[in-house]
């Protein structure tokens, strides 16, 4: 926590200008993996292979007239699209992408802001980003909005809980909310017998892993819990009246909220910056984190791919009646055997 | 002295909440006895799920359908008027535009009741003919149900599979009239252009293919937790209730009740092919889905037999020798009596005995029936279509009642409704 | 200090400024988000004095939890039923203003009590630091001293979920559906005689298809019935 504050601001402009633009990329990366499932050719027109296809996107969307629907409730339709934006960047800025390095004088911190309590403060930010689709829904008058945004409320309450518990096994393990220690502690090898595995808590945490990541595709409103936007059945949902650059604010949230869930499952449970070389180079270990993301990336879009949506009544069965039993479970087998190697 | 509210009733008898299917209007929400909120929701007719235009007017109590009210008509063409204004061939190519995704059927069944009322039959390799191209259409047709039913529930890529095979349907179509839509396949009297050579080749590969994928579908949706969640249980139409609102097709069948045309009033060659009809005994979502995949099984059994026998055939495709029947082109360039003959055919068409004629085949959707009255003139006097999504649409409102919102976009799946159809 | 005394003052001004929104703002969704902003500003109180562990959770349950059920709430509720906040009954009007009044001469005592005021507890920087930090500081609070109220709170809370549970609970949970006896045949006779449905075959009269064994593979966990003839039904 040495650096001064204004070399702070430089990381973070260039993480979020990152993690713009591994946005927009990550919009192209859907469609071409989609298209591959689908047996389609995805963009190719714009530029080569449809590379600029995310620009020309974003060039359309400014372009377009912003319309505001004559009953809605101006000033909250105005800023709630602001609210899932701000809050879907703003929880990158704990993720640690390595340690620190020297450069020219300088030592920087690749963590944004190394809070203690950094596992909270995602869940904590990402519980706020449900007031932008709330607010929206309810502020844009319309009766497909109200529904989506009433599902919203309840899917995105329900999983919190089950997302915030699965991480419970891993803060015993560790003994800190903090991300940093958290990686750290998965830097560590273990050797049993021959072997020297990471002691990466997806291997400790089997289960914990997969509620998580269950809860994580819920958390972000993706198929198959996309039931706020369900578009065959509440045309869009909450997002139904907006369009133009407020439309795309909830488009970028929803996509920026999705890598950030990926950089923090990767985090937690596949080592982070972990991986061979990525003690000596910090630019290694932001590429095994790169790299681990986007294999959760790519399990997004291959669940969109094949899976129906579930049912309102069925999502809500599935978070309280089997995730939470589980996850309750999970907490205490972990706590048991941890007490028990203590003891 | 009789007041004429006793006699005939009048809407003022009714009281405003009259629990009539058809009494919802957008307009107005309801508040329940017990204080709780009714929302009404308008569903359609610009909604990605109601399969083109229907509109679906839905009282909702949270997420739950108190009330659900189908309102059709708006893509009513007229088709019946229409017909009534047409020379009975120029009346065919109107068919096709009710039940846009399986036209061939569509077409069958018009000059099927015309051949009836002119008491014509199609030679025997033309009728081989019809049922392989009617099967074809009737795969097709499934595959748009399936594709937009698992789209609906939110399989997104099953609609993308389905129309990757629906494409090679409508290539065969395309080699054998022309058109890949809508197609006017059929013609009074049988086919009056020759079969194209490579056409049965073209079937050949995709009835090598198509099974394996329909393996690939059942893979996704049969061993699908999701699949089974969204389908099992939703939507169970009894016995009863499948008979009461006289459904067909496979509403029907889905529920355990043995009817199929094809067996039950065998038209063109269908008695002398070997398939079997798939009965489902829960009546739900997933029996109806069953019995449609199974359907599309037997119909690849179909036109294998079908072709068999027909490549063999070298006999005549067109009944010339019937007096209502187009007659041949061959010397119409060459010969003026032949040209003459032919022109007068096509502008005055022909003027079968009076008399009346009802079809109904097994359609895609259910029984497609066709009834045409004749008054001697070359303009059908009355044409009527009876159309079997119309019919099936009606057990919607009973469906619907208790299910969840997310059900409706299911249960309308399951129906198989074309809007086109409905509307006519 | 002075960074840390200008944040302080930012933070506590737009709480209170929140504060005052809920109460003025005449729709109900209005004064919840004001509620939602003012929390925030607490959080961020909570930020400022250390306690990052007690922010995260005011956002966490607070804002993340109980404001958006509140919200779901309004959200359903017609403007129309409504109360107009501003023209209440005259005696309520009183009421509230005497409460009010009273409420803020007890802060004003408790702040203007000097024995409060620069008197600093146990819970100083040193001795947080020595258990590890805040985080640790308060679970070891709440599992030693404050075990029995946290135990109370939790059964409280339990019996506050049975409740809601049972209140709402649909009056049919999950109807099965149930296999039809048998299929039926519209060109049988038996096959739409109903009443015979579902009593067992008639006397004297097989049902045509059972004993063929005319099953379709099983997908799904369910099986279809394979009829080669019109006239063909399976029995009960």
Known sequence: ????????????????????????????????????????????????????????????????????????????????????????????AVIPFGTSFDVAGQTINMTIA?????????????????????LGAWASSNRYSLLGGLRAAAQVVSYEIILGLSLVGIFILTGSLNLGDIVAEQSRTLSIGPFEISNWFILSQPLAFVLFLIAAVAETNRAPFDLPEAETELVSGFHTEYSAFRFSFYFLGEYIAMIVMSLFASTLFLGGTDGPGSDSHVLLGILWLLLKTILFLFFYVWLRATLPRFRYDQLMGIAWKVLLPLVLLNIVVTAAVRLAVNS | ?????????????????????????????????????????????????????????????????????????????????????????????????????????NNLGCVMAFEKLCDLRAPERAEYW????????????????????????????????????????????????????????????????????????????????????????????????????????????????????????ACLRGSGINYDIRKAMPYLVYDRLDFEVPLGTYGDVFDRYLVRMEEMRQTIKIITQALDHVEKMDTPLMAYESAYVIPPHKGTMTTAEDMQRHFVWVIKGFSPPVGEAYVGIEHSKGELGYYVVSDGSSLPYRFRVRSPDFVNLGVLPHLAQGAMLADVVALIGTIDIVLGSVDR | MPWDLIIFYMLAAVCIAAALGVVVATNPVHSAIFLVLCFFNVAGVFVMMGAEFLAVIQVIVY?????????????????????????????????????????????????????????????????????????????????????????????????????????????????????????????????????????????????????????????????????????EYTGA
């Open chain 1, 1 to 92: 926590m040495d650096e001064p504050i204004w070399l702070k601001f430089i990381v973070a402009f260039v993480i979020m200008n990152v993690l713009l633009v591994g946005m927009a990329y990550m919009t192209y990366f859907e469609r071409k993996v989609l298209a591959a499932f689908q047996d389609r050719m995805g963009p190719t027109r714009t530029g080569p292979k449809g590379l600029l296809q995310p620009l020309a996107d974003g060039a359309k969307l400014l372009g377009k007239e912003d319309l505001i629907p004559g009953s809605a409730d101006k000033w909250v339709f105005f800023f709630a699209p602001l609210v899932v934006f701000v809050t879907a960047i703003t929880s990158v």
């Open chain 2, 130 to 249: 019809r049922v392989i191209m009617a099967e074809l259409s009737r795969i097709a047709s499934h595959l748009v149900w399936l594709g937009t039913h698992a789209l609906d529930i939110g399989a997104l890529s099953m609609s993308l599979y389905c129309f990757r095979e629906r494409e090679l349907i409508l290539d065969i179509f395309e080699a054998f009239c022309g058109a890949r839509l809508t197609t006017n396949m059929m013609e009074i009297g049988g086919f009056s252009r020759p079969i194209p050579p490579a056409l049965p080749g073209m079937i050949r590969d995709f009835l090598k293919i198509f099974p394996e994928r329909m393996k690939e579908y059942a893979g996704l949706l049969d061993a699908n937790p999701i699949w089974l969640a969204r389908t099992k249980g939703v939507g169970v139409i009894t016995q009863e209730a499948a008979l009461s609102y006289s459904l067909t097709g």
């Open chain 1, 114 to 134: 190394d809070l203690n309590i950094g596992a909270l403060f995602v869940l904590a930010i990402s519980s706020v980003g449900v007031y932008g689709i709330i």
């Open chain 3, 63 to 231: 804002t993340g939890a109980i404001l958006v059920l509140l919200l779901f709430v309004l959200m359903l509720v017609n403007p129309d039923d409504l109360p107009e906040f501003h023209q209440g009954k005259p005696v309520q009007r009183v009421v509230g203003g005497l409460l009010g009044l009273i409420l803020l001469l007890e802060i004003a005592i408790a702040i203007l009590n000097r024995e409060v005021v620069g008197v600093t507890g146990t819970a100083t920087p040193e001795a947080i630091a020595a258990v590890g930090g805040n985080t640790q500081a308060i679970g070891r609070l709440l599992f030693s001293d404050y075990l029995l109220a946290f135990e109370v709170v939790s059964l409280v809370l339990t019996v506050g979920v049975i409740g809601a549970i049972v209140l709402a609970l649909p009056e049919r949970l999950g109807e099965k559906v149930v296999q039809r006896k048998g299929t039926i045949s519209l060109g049988h006779a038996r096959g739409v005689d109903m009443e015979a449905l579902g009593e067992g075959t008639p006397e004297g009269e097989a049902p045509i298809l059972s004993g063929r064994g005319g099953f379709a593979k099983a997908s799904g966990g369910r099986k279809l019935v394979m009829t080669n003839d019109p006239d």
């Open chain 2, 1 to 105: 002295m009789m007041t004429t509210s006793e006699t005939t009733p009048s809407v003022a008898d009714f009281p405003a909440d009259y629990p009539s299917t058809g009494s919802l209007s957008i307009s107005e929400d309801r508040t329940l006895d017990d204080g709780s909120h009714l929302i009404t929701l308008n569903m359609g007719p610009q909604h990605p799920s109601t399969h083109g235009v229907l509109r679906v007017i839905l009282k909702l109590d949270g997420e739950v359908i108190v009330d659900c009210d189908p309102v059709i008509g708006y893509l009513h063409r007229g088709v019946e008027k229409l017909g009534e204004s047409h020379r009975y061939a120029q009346v065919v190519p109107w068919t096709d535009r009710t039940d846009y995704v399986a036209a061939p059927l």
